[in-house]
């Protein structure tokens, strides 16, 4: 690794510890970052601690950091795969149809019981994904330009169903709705703990694939020539990216850009190989997401839903990296 | 060897290639020549098993159905048509990719590359990007990534179509020392005049059809080309060049 990109990349390591503190402190009880530290630290050692403290942090502000890290991180590792599989720029991890999907899942949740919305969410999730990889894939081969096809078409397909039923059952419109842009509000240590064990069983197969993931840029016939066989490594990456997004995504709805945006801003600083882009456009993901949510949940006016926070500073950003590129 | 019998083509209801009968053997090289449109890209995909093709292709006696893409990587490399690309791989990190059939774990392989990267001429580019390049020298990194890729054959898909006459010269010279030391080139060309710098078969292809298949000194050579691409051959001090019918 050179001096430059393993000094960005510490960098980023650090900014995301020192998000995490400031997170964890900022809220609508302020809790200074020495108290942070001196609870952990009690805690560890024995010593007694401030028990409010303790429960804010440890039950109501940790389990969402964590929460807002770990689908930040999903999203930003998505959005990258999805980039480089559609080798599209405006790839993102719900152009196979996952947050339609969820959408119409969790609509359907709302209808029958409030305890369905993850399940139900979840199941449309994958059951969006799995039409549009069973329509795209041919002859054992996964065609990018088909696949994003056929993941529009069955996108518009889900969302008109739930749009149909938001447009039936107005009463719990704003459930939906909060619902529909996201939101980390529902994070507990239960859902933190699962979504970890997944993104620990498959981060290390997704970045298992990098050396293929870098060659099939290069287009499916070059990377055929070359000895990938790209049929394989697409269907397996595209189908666990899309598990995961979908696990993400059932827990607290479907929040934009971060997926899109995260792999643009690490490939600016990193380039364009995997190598490095594997690890930086999940934790980018990863702080965007955490700064984004603790925006959302200190607003005065009350808790706003995170998917506008993002959009709000993801748009800004993107463009800013596109007026960069122009000017070079 | 790779023998091609009775391969097809179809795009839709287009014959792309019609019965299409083929041997290569082991370091010889085949010259594949034709107007636009009459197969030349099509035949060099199916013989790499990067298309749907009918027919049987046989790589040493086995289907090439029955191989995995990396035992065909090992047999035949690849140098697509020059492509524009909006992906900023270094040169170097770009032609260690020839690696990976040989070597899954292909980064920070400097030394496997050097040799390759000399013999094309961009030992000194290797840290550039390969968007930030020029058409000669992308062509290079691509017959150095093949190089790498060390391969029986190596296809060419019109190396040199786009580019100035300097990078021309070049290229096919760096083609003939491949040639010479033994590597098998199947290419396909616009430039008859290949076939100076090039010994080896020569396939003229017309509507998906062979029309020719031989040496240049065979006597039906000269009027193959002119049915085939429909004009007056002259040739000047070894030099092919065209007239209008």
Not at chain 1, 144 to 169: D, M
Not at chain 2, 116 to 130: S, V
Not at chain 2, 183 to 209: F, R
Request: aromatic share 12%; with cysteine; proline share 3%.
């Amino acid at each position: 690794m050179k001096g430059k990109t393993f000094f960005i990349s510490f960098s980023l390591v650090i900014l995301t510890i020192f998000d995490f503190l400031i997170s964890v402190a900022i809220g609508p009880v302020h809790i200074s970052l020495n108290s942070i530290i001196s609870v952990f630290y009690d805690k560890i050692f024995g010593f007694n601690y401030s028990w409010t403290y303790y429960v804010i942090i440890f039950y109501i502000r940790m389990p969402r950091v964590i929460l807002a890290l770990l689908v930040g991180s999903i999203l930003g590792l998505s959005g990258l795969i999805a980039q480089t599989i559609f080798r599209n720029p405006l790839g993102d991890p719900y152009l196979t149809g996952v947050s339609s999907g969820a959408a119409l899942g969790a609509a359907i949740g709302f209808l029958i019981s409030p305890f369905l919305v993850t399940p139900l969410a979840f199941s449309f999730a994958m059951l969006a994904v799995g039409i549009t990889f069973s329509i795209s894939r041919t002859d054992g081969e996964v065609k990018a330009e088909i696949l994003i096809l056929s993941g529009i078409s069955v996108s518009f397909l889900f969302s008109a169903v739930a749009s149909y039923l938001i447009y039936l059952k107005v009463y719990n419109l704003r459930g939906v709705l909060f619902w529909l842009l996201g939101g980390l509000y529902g994070a507990n240590w239960n859902e933190d703990f699962w979504l970890f064990i997944a993104a620990l069983i498959i981060f290390p197969i997704l970045i298992y694939f990098t050396r293929e993931l870098d060659i099939i840029l290069l287009g499916d016939e070059e990377a055929k020539s070359l000895g990938v066989n790209t049929g394989r490594v697409k269907s397996i990456v595209i189908i666990l990216s899309s598990l995961i997004t979908s696990l993400a995504v059932s827990l607290t709805g479907i929040i934009g850009f971060i997926g899109l945006v995260s792999p643009h801003i690490g490939r600016k600083i990193f380039g364009e190989s995997h190598r490095y882009l594997i690890f930086t456009a999940p934790l980018i993901g990863a702080n965007l997401l955490l700064i984004s949510d603790t925006i959302a949940r200190s607003s005065p006016q009350g808790e706003i839903p995170v998917g506008i926070i993002t959009s709000f500073i993801g748009s800004p950003l993107l463009i800013y990296l596109l007026y960069r590129r122009r000017k070079i | 060897m790779i023998k091609l019998k009775n391969i097809s083509v179809r795009y839709g209801k287009n014959q792309i290639l019609s019965n299409i009968n083929l041997e290569v053997k082991e370091g010889e090289n085949l010259i594949i020549m034709g107007p636009n449109g009459s197969g030349k890209t099509t035949l060099l995909k199916s013989m790499m098993g990067l298309i749907h093709f009918e027919g049987e292709i046989e790589i040493d006696g086995r289907n090439i159905r029955s191989f995995s893409r990396s035992e065909i990587a090992r047999y035949i490399s690849y140098v697509p048509q020059i492509f524009t690309t909006p992906f900023s791989f270094t040169v170097k990190e770009f032609v260690s990719m020839g690696l990976y059939r040989k070597k899954r774990d292909y980064w920070d392989e400097e030394n496997d590359i050097e040799e390759a990267l000399k013999i094309t001429n961009i030992y000194d580019l290797k840290d550039k990007y390969i968007n930030k390049i020029s058409g000669g020298e992308l062509q290079k990194c691509l017959i150095a990534r093949a190089l790498v890729q060390d391969s029986e054959f190596i296809s060419m898909d019109e190396p040199m179509s786009h580019l100035d006459v300097k990078a021309v010269l070049e290229i096919s010279s760096i083609i003939a020392s491949l040639s010479s030391k033994g590597k098998g080139i199947i290419i396909v060309s616009h430039d008859v005049n290949i076939i100076k710098n090039l010994n080896g078969n020569i396939l003229l292809l017309k509507n998906g059809n062979i029309s020719f298949l031989g040496k240049e000194d065979n006597p039906d050579f000269v009027r193959s080309l002119e049915t085939v691409f429909e004009v007056k051959v002259h040739k000047n001090n070894d030099i092919y060049y065209f007239t209008k019918l």
